[in-house]
Each structure stands twice: as C-alpha cells, then as structure tokens.
C-alpha cells in the first residue's frame, strides 16, 4: 500500500483495516498455476480457481427434436467435455423434477475464467444447448479459509479437518447463493470472527454425512458467496439448514438461497440422456 | 457431536443448542423404511417423507393437441401414476379458473426423494406434460411435532388429538409455504414454543372441518415450511388464516403464501380430462 | 372452543381473543343458501358470497383468429353467461388501453366456488379463451361488517347507510387487492376499531359518487381483501383514495394495488366486441 | 360532508383534516368541459384533464413485416391520429435505444378517459400495434397546485410563474413516476408544505431549461403521482434531479422511477418511421 | 440562482446548499464540444460525455439463421461502427456463458445522446440486432469528480493520479450500477466527503491492476451512478469489491448490481463470430 500510508488513513483505520486482513490474499495473487492437464482431486481442493454455475431449462422445441437426435446429444455433450478437459472440469446434475427453473445445471471449474466461458459457449452450440435456456449463472473464486484457521480458531480449525464423509455416495447436490448485509461487512473481524465461530460449531456433527465447498462473488456477481454441498441424507442437510438459520450470522444475510438449486448426481451423458427420453 | 465438544463451545451456547434441542431428530436420521407397496395411510402420517409439490400451467399449443389426443392424455397420466404405485403416491389438483400461475398441481409423496423425481420427469413426457410448463416446484419432508408434544405442550397436544374432522369430503386443497425471519430462529426454544402454543390454540376449532399437514423445506428450498390444507369450508379457512395472522408469530414470517394455491379436489385422470375439454 | 377450555388458554388472551371477536361469523359457517336462479340485487348484497376476479390478456395470436370468428366469440361469450346464469354472476369490463397486464377482467360471483371455477374453466375454452392467457387471479368472501357495526360505531354505521350513490351511471370499475401487516391483525380489536373508524369518516362523503364492495381473501390468496369500485367520476376517486392515504390505517398496508385495475363498465358482449375490432 | 358532522367526528381531526384541506377540490368536481375540438395550448395546461401514458414494445414479429407496410403504419398512425383529433392529443416519444421495455411510449391527454382508451384500442389495431406490447400504462389527472400556491408560499409561487424555459426546443422527455410512504401521507399539512417548499427552491434555477408537468394517480394506479419532463440539457436535468434527491421528501419516496423512461421528441409519424427502417 | 434569492431560502440551507456544492457543475453547463471524429483518448477522460451501456441476448431465431449469415454479421456491426464513428465510439464485450440476462453487451460514448440512439437503432437493425433481445439499458453522463479534488482532499487526489494501471492486457470488463438511499443524499457534504474519502483510501491498492470508470444516472435511469471496470485479475477485483463492501458507505447503497454485467474483452467484430459460431 505504499503511497497510501502518506493519505489521511485516519480515516479508515478500524473496520476497513480489519476487513482487509480478514482477506489475506495480497490484492494482485495471481491465478493457481495450471497444471498440464485438469485433475479433478487438485482443482477441487486448490484455491484460486474459477467456479462457474450455471442452471438451463429445455425449451418447448427440444420436444420436436426427433428422439434419435435428442440422444445423440448425449454423446455430442460427452465429446466437447473430453474436448475441454485440458481447461475445465465439468460436472452436470439433473434438476428436472425437483425445481421450476431449470432442468439440469452445470458446475464448471477453470483456473482461467476465460476458458470456462468457451466452454459454455460451445456447450450452447451444441444440440440440447441450442434448446436450452439459461436461468441462472454465478461465477466464484475459491480461496483459503478466512475466519476458522489455525491461527484465529485452531479449535474449530481441528474440528474441520479431523471428521470426514462416510456416508453412502451423495446422490444429491445443491448450489446455495449467499449475501451478507452492509452492516455484516462493516463490523471488526474479531466480531464476525466470533459470529462464523458461532455458525460453524454446528456444522461438525454434519461433516459425516453433508460435503461443503465455498465459492467468493463479492463484485464478480450479485451474490457474496456460492454454497455448493452434496449429500445422501436430505433429512441431516434440512437439519444442518435448520441449525445454520439458528445463529446470528443469519441476521446478516439479505440472500441465502433465491434460488437453492437441488438436483441429483450422474455422469453428464447420463443427464443428458434423462432430458432425452 | 463427539469432536466437537472439545471445541470453544461456550460460544455456541443458548439459542443453537435450543435449535438443535427443537429439531430432536439426529443429524444422520434414516428416511423411513419403504413398505413393499405405498399404502396412503401410511405415507401420509409417516415422519421422514418426502413431499414434492409441483404446479403446471398448460402452455398455449395444448390448445392445438387434438381433442381425442387431449383426452387420451387422461389416461396416459392414469397409467403412469400406476407404473409407479410402488414408489410414490400421486395426488393432482385441478388449479384452473382459480389460479393464475397453473392449471393444475401434483402433491408427490415418496421415502425416497430420486423416485419421485424420476415421476416427474416421466410425467413431463407424457402428452399433458410436454404442453405444460412448470411454474413452481417445493420439495419438503414430513417430521414428528417439533413444539407442540405431550412433554412439552400436554393440554394443547391433547387438543390437537382428540378432534378430527367431521365435515362433508373437503372439495378444496391449498398449498402455502412458510418462511420465518432469521429473528425467529434466533429465539430460545422456550419462547418459540410459547408463540406455537398461542399459534396452535386457536387452530384448534377448526380441526372440524380443515385438514392440515406440514413439511420441513428449510435449505432444500427457499422456504422453511410447506402447509398444506383441505376443507370443504373455505370460509371457516379464511377465519382460520385470520386467527393464525393476529397472533404474534405472525410478525416472523418473511414468506407466508406467495404463491398461496387452491385446487379442487379430484382423481388424476379426472384433472387431466377437464383440462382437456 | 369446547375443548380447548382446558388447554392453557391463558397464552392466546388478548390480541387472540379480540381478533376471534371481530370476526364472529362461526368457525364452520354454512354458505348463504343458493336461491333457485342468481339474482343479480340479491347476491351482490348477501354475505358468504364468493368473488372471482381474474384479468386476462390476448395473446399475439388473437389478431389472427379472422375478424368474423373474432365477432362471433362475442356471442360465443354470451351464451356461456347464459348457460351458467343459475350457477355465477358475471360481469366483465374492458381494460385495454387503461392497463398494461391485461385486455378485460371478469368479476365471478358464486354461492359455490367450485360453480365460478368451471365458468371459468368453460370461458377458456372459447375463442377467447383459448386466445387470452390469465394474469391475475384473486378470490374472496363477502361478509358482514367487521367494525363499523350498529353496536361497535352506531354514528358512523348510519352515515355509512344514509347516503348512496347519486351521480350519473358509473362508466369505471377498479378492483384494488389490500394485504395488511402482522403488527395490524396483531393490535386489539379496540385499536383497530378506532382506525377503521378514521378510515371510514372521509369515505361518506364520497357515497354519493363512488360505489364500494370488499372480499375477504386471507389464506385464500396472497391478499386480506379485494376492494372493488365503480365511479363515473375519477377525480372523486383519487381525492377519496388520498383521504385513505392520509389516515394512520394506511401504516398498516404491505400491499395496496400492485395491480390496481382499471376498467371500463359494458355488457360482456359488448367488451368482447371491443376487442374484436 | 353534511351528514359526516354528526358523528365521531373527534376521531378523524389532525392529519385528516388537513388532508382535505391539501386536496381542495371539492370530492364531486367536474371535469373541465371540452371544447369543441383539444387545443393543445389549452388542454396542457388546463387542470381536470386525464393524462394516459403508455409504454410499447415492438415484437420480433415485426421484422417479418414488409418494409412497405412498416413504413405505410407511420401514416396508418397519422391518420388515427386526426380522427381522433376532436378527443384526444397524442404525443409519441422514441425509446428505442435508450430503453429496455419499450420502442416508444405514448402521452394522449383527454377531458374523458374513455375517449383516451378508444384511442388507445384503436391504436393497438393498427399494423404497428398489432406487433406491439404494452409493457406500461399510467393514467393521471392534472391539479391545480396542491403546496405552493400564492396564498400558502408566496415567495416560491412567484418564483414558479416569473421564470420560463429559455433554451434549445427540447429534445428529450422523460416520465418518472412517483409514489409517496403512508408517512408522507399522515404528515400534518403545514409539515408537508414546509417540505414540499424545500423541494421546490433548487428547482426554480432549473425552470430555464428543464419543462415539467404533473399528474396525480392515487388510487388509479399504482403511483401517486407522475411526472414529466422535457429538456435540451440532460447533465442539467441530472443536476436537478441530484438537488431534489437531497432533500428530505426524498426519504417518503417509495417509489421514484421504476421505470424512468427516457425519450426523444418527433411528431408521431416520425416515431413510427424511425421504428419502420 | 437570482430570483430565489427573494424566497424563504431559510427553509432549503443545509442540505441542500451542500448538495449543490457537491455537485459544482453550474445547471446549464454545456455539453463538451465535439471534435470533428470521435478520438477514443479524447473520449474516455472527458466530462459531459455520455455513456449508453445495453445488454442484449440472442433469441433462438439465431440459430435458424444460416451459418454464412451469421458470420456475415460480424461484418456488418463492424461496417456499422464505422459508419458511425464520428458521432459515437463503440465497444462490445461478450458476456455469454458467464451471464444470464445477456450473451453480450455495448458501452456507447457520444458527446450528443441521440447520436448514440441512432446508432443502437441501427444496431437493431443489423443482422444480429434482429435476432437479439436487449435485456437492460442504462445511460449515464461523465463528470469530473466530486469529492477526492484537490481542495477537499488534497492526499487521496494525488494518490489517484500517481498510480496507474500496470497489469496484463485486461481480459475482463464489468458493469455495476449504483443508486444510493435517501439517507445518503440527505447527509451534509463534509459527511459525504468523508464516507467517500474512506471509501476511495483502500481502492489504491488496486490501480494497478483495476481500471475504473464512473458515470451519472440519477433522473436519467433507475440508478445513480454506472461503475465500469476492467481487469486482468479477477480475484484482485474481488478483493477490492470486498474493501468497498467493507466501509459504512456501504449502508447507504440501495442497489449495487442487480445486475452485475461480467464480459471478455474483444473487438466487435470478434463477440459477434463468437456468438456466430
């Protein structure tokens, strides 16, 4: 910051010096290195990297695309996702059923923004993309922990790391965006340290059965945050919900959900083919 | 919660404790085993099942499918809900003339959430459902009382107990979602429950002649309850929804209704087949 | 209330009891016995009478349909008014030009709500119909007056029964919905007796050319009431609506309009015609 | 309000009164009788007189039309336009470009608002109306002045009258509809004057080239007010509006805009043209 | 303001003055003169420019157009822009794949706004302005600043100037607007200063990897201010959002998106063959 430290930061000393160790990352980090091709147990774990949402409903005309055709797109879907796999690791899920505005939607990781939007872009091309719609699209970042760390919360912190999945294969996934209020933001970070402390406790009971990954949107889209959780036990995610609603923190959010997008696990050629029969 | 409770739960103290202590059930709760069959009486009173509720509004090129065709789509909707008696119990109501949003709306019960998914999309490809489009979809899940039981709330439980409803065959059904205001989560449990008694006590007149039934939605979608109703008496409903309204609960809900959906009541095929008249 | 005697009631005194009060029709009140054919002076002054407004909008493809089927839908129209004159009571009124959500509105009263529902169901499918798309839908109750009763507010009762209307015939019709907050149905019936009084002095000198009729709607709409008008004086009509504006009742409103309809008063026949032009 | 003074009347004192005092047109006024055919110098600024305001949107259908007949339909409109010449004056404003939701929005002012709809259907019957949607409708009536009349503000009265648009003929109208909290409303009228007077000062130094007329819609429409505006000078139009947001009426708007629309002035033919090419 | 100063200017001194002070710029200001062409270095950092963002999606007619067609269109927007350049400068950013409401967006600059309304005109007209829908449109005039001056803050001025884009080719360009509550336009202008000065301070960290544009829209279009933005650093522009949520001038926003508007950076001509093939 140099040229700053001669201003008058008087002036903004308290929340915003707080807010801007609350987000350790140096203001110019520069993207994950890519590796030479996508592993999905890297990109999934790393910080830095691009998480594109994006939710399509079929239009009427895809009724009279001729059943062998519609099929076919199974397949042609299939190949552009071998197509990009150098880029960008894409998993579709099959909303068709379970929510109003969409019937599948796809979570697209890159390290470089740009490509992902390629792969969109072709994807729309393709034949069930050239009958789809799209209703919803959230573009995250994905970064460190920046509240539960070995430094500020080491309790917790070990609580996170030390329990993990065991339940059956999720065959559920949802996507849940999340903004907080001015007043959130506004406050120390030693309070709102205090507040996801607080909102976090509950969450380690659920870490058997319910995966989270957090996404950064604040300024990229009208969200703060994209929630991503998979699971096989709606009941244990609906109670987790319950507990989450139940803390301070949720006084802050003036977004949580609108939409919560729920749909179900499969291979992208087997969404594909469920729209398709 | 084992691990956790070497963590800094002092933080975690009063009003998530109470939350977790109202949601009794544990976090890893088995949906309900499936019978061999769905048997309505069943289903319908059994706590850990699904209820999936869909309205469909008819596009215009319904209007364009030809009138035998319309009314054999009546009886495709008939043997698909047979096809699939053994994983989901159908219900349909006729919406037209009296909503604005559908036409028609289905009440899906399953145990296993995928089963009534796969319904719906097959429904979706039958003759009625390739000419409707969806214009809501909520999915929730039947639970034990949360406030109002005997250890609780002894007298009102009894209440809620010894009447049962002794009017003519309700005619109509309504579906109104419920969403409380972080405000109202945030309460101990103890004055939760005072305000659900002052809720409930008044409901009790009406057990006569208006059926209710209630699902847990919360983070499955943008709702926290879905309630549903039937009564041939919609004016005793409206004095109904006028005592819940003057009751200080009332001031938590963020959601009450939008949409509110009110149906006739009748068999499937008979929905299909006035809407295809 | 039997039962509930022995239940701890002494949570639900207060606002309750008031708001059970101030409607004192019976939790399971019957209809007002349908009279052998609808009469038009009966039904539009009777209580426990059902109000159907729903405004419609021609699509694109109307101006299609060749003009003389256009025409003929008129007395397509008319005869299904004919048809069901034993069963619902229709007017209709012409909104194209005055509304942007819709062409003409329909105002359905029924002593059997499931009657007005195949009405409407019928209507749709006409050539009119089939060529509108609803876009709005309200139900209500008639009922006895809540507040402004002989024993509750004798001066302001007989002021409400000592003038009546007087100017030329009314040429306009407006359907205005109004939703309250919980704060309002919360307050004492002493409280809200005393707004509504306030509410009602400005409005007596506007009986002589502003007819008024109101629908109770809570739980069965995303509305309290539905407040319907006819005027031949517009200007009347908005310096009435500022006086309701300007007293402290209008604090209690979370909707009032949104929409406000605006229509012309014609023969059904005579507005499809309008719109056959 | 004769039979009014015999009740309680004690109850509707204050804010009521001064209410009706504010809004001094008598509850049974005339409306302004025509003259034998709409003088434009006349009818803008006659008060009594309705003001329709309609916003359209062309359909992807009429590209399909032959460029021939686009251009014929900006005579078609012409035409309409002097038919109805004895009724109604219509204004016509291009927004293609500068708006979302509309290609051109209409100003018909009439002494009877069923001469303006008749205009208006008649309008929409024509080859460029039957390839447009109306995505907008405002109808109003002008007053005289409600707040700073020679009486209550003789300072900002004169300063109203002795100042008159000196600049370039304007180029630009803009429509902006306002509506005001229940708070507003229930201000004594001496609280609402003094504010109104604030508002009013930074606008006299715009009079010279900013032009703005002023209908009220309470109750007619979902807005109390709409207001018009035509200038040369945008960044000094921005300037006036940035001085009215800062003071405090500011904080009763509840709705100011939403939609702004933002046209440029040309006769009608010449709106239609332009749309033609 | 020579004649109100006979006025009751009593009642507008504080907030108002500082509100007019703030905003220095005399009413009537002209518009910059226009060079004989359009210089984009010119352009870019004058004020009284204005600034016409649109949004526009592809309907599916698109992909009925022939493949040569479509690609024929990148010509034919490109011939356009340069038919065009004396009166307007053009850019195009493609926003498909990471958006939902458009697949590409048009930043307009013209000293005279209905020049760049002729232009989208003729845009619409093209080919692929046909086949697009415009989906927002927002139109804002430059100005020089209000706040961080040299006067008023002489440390934070020159840390504006003395530091400057030092990134990659920005890759990314976004669109946010902005509208501020009564609240913030009622506060005096040292206060206002002050918010902004703490606002600006953490923002100096990012000039050298995010580019900054400011527009004005208040009474021109539902917001205050257009914020425009270029990067190569998505996450350091996350960050830098973040700052800016962070500081109590955030309380004062009632919109800030809604949408956000991400796009890639490309000539012209490039977005349309991508969104061609």
Do not use: C
């Not at 030479?36 to 990109?43: L, Q, S």
């Not at 559920?172 to 965006?177: E, F, K, N, Q």
């Not at 309070?191 to 406790?201: F, G, P, V, W």
């Amino acid at each position: 910051m140099g040229k700053t430290s001669k201003l008058r930061l008087g002036l903004v000393a308290g929340a915003l010096a707080a807010a801007l160790a609350a987000n350790a990352l140096p203001a110019a980090a520069q993207p994950a290195a890519a590796p030479a091709a996508i592993e999905r147990g890297k990109i999934l774990t790393q910080p830095n990297v691009f998480g594109l949402f994006t939710t399509l409903k079929l239009n009427a005309s895809w009724n009279a695309v001729p059943a062998k055709a519609r099929m076919a797109a199974a397949d042609e879907v299939k190949r552009l996702v071998e197509k990009h796999k150098d880029n960008v690791l894409v998993d579709i899920y099959l909303t068709r059923g379970l929510e109003t505005q969409s019937d599948y939607f796809l979570r697209v990781h890159a390290y470089d923004l740009a490509k992902a939007q390629t792969f969109m872009r072709e994807l729309r091309a393709t034949t069930v993309g050239r009958h789809s719609e799209v209703t919803e699209t959230l573009v995250g970042i994905t970064k460190g922990l920046n509240y539960i760390t070995k430094d500020q919360s080491p309790g917790l912190n070990a609580g996170l790391f030390s329990a993990t999945y065991s339940g059956d294969a999720p065959r559920y996934a949802l996507m849940v965006p999340v903004k907080k209020s001015a007043e959130w933001w506004n406050k120390p970070l030693e309070d709102r340290l205090k507040e996801i402390e607080t909102h976090t406790a509950p969450t380690l009971a659920f870490l058997v059965n319910v995966k989270r990954k957090l996404y950064h949107s604040t300024g990229i889209d009208d969200t703060d945050f994209i929630t991503y959780f998979e699971t096989n036990d709606l009941l244990a995610f609906n109670n987790l919900m319950i507990a989450l609603a139940s803390v301070p923190e949720n006084k802050y959010h003036v977004r949580w959900g609108s939409p919560t997008v729920l749909g179900t696990i499969h291979s992208p050629e087997n969404v594909i083919k469920a729209l398709a029969e």
